[in-house]
């Protein structure tokens, strides 16, 4: 079982969650929505899998290259 580290690509505020941890993903499902500059930016799964692990939630400050999310595939 691998598990997959998915960053954030920008640094922002978590907008929206889109999944739970125990929820099944397929490479390319959002995850989840970050804000930065006024600018939605999707994160998806980057792995088939289960959402293993979810670091932030809906409102949290984050930065750039920070693990938000682990996917089990």
């Given at each position: 079982m691998g598990m997959h580290r998915i960053e954030s690509p920008v640094t922002g505020k978590v907008w929206?969650?889109?999944r739970q941890v125990g929820d099944q993903v397929a490479a390319g499902d959002t995850l989840l929505?970050?804000?930065?500059m006024k600018m939605e930016i999707p994160l998806d799964a980057t792995a088939t899998g289960v959402l293993k692990e979810l670091l932030v939630g809906?409102?949290?400050?984050?930065?750039?290259n920070q693990v938000l999310v682990v996917v089990a595939s």
């Open positions: 929206k969650l889109e929505i970050l804000e930065s809906e409102g949290d400050e984050v930065q750039e």
